[in-house]
């Protein structure tokens, strides 16, 4: 992944966000988000993964 000479400052930045929002994704999530949106993905069916894949995290956890 190549978002320049700013990528990390990116990536800290779409993680600070994601705890904001309480989605809390790591470096290595957004990153691979980031990577599937430059080929091409689709971003509503990441975000319906992502919210799918945290949930069923959820439920496991209680």
Do not use: C
Request: aromatic share 4%; proline share 3%.
């Amino acid at each position: 992944m190549d978002l320049g000479p700013y990528s990390n400052y990116i990536v800290e930045g779409l993680q600070e966000i994601s705890e904001i929002l309480d989605i809390e994704l790591n470096k290595d999530q957004i990153s691979s988000i980031i990577r599937l949106l430059n080929m091409g993905a689709n971003p509503v069916a990441i975000a319906a993964v992502v919210k799918e894949l945290k949930a069923e995290q959820t439920s496991r956890n209680y």
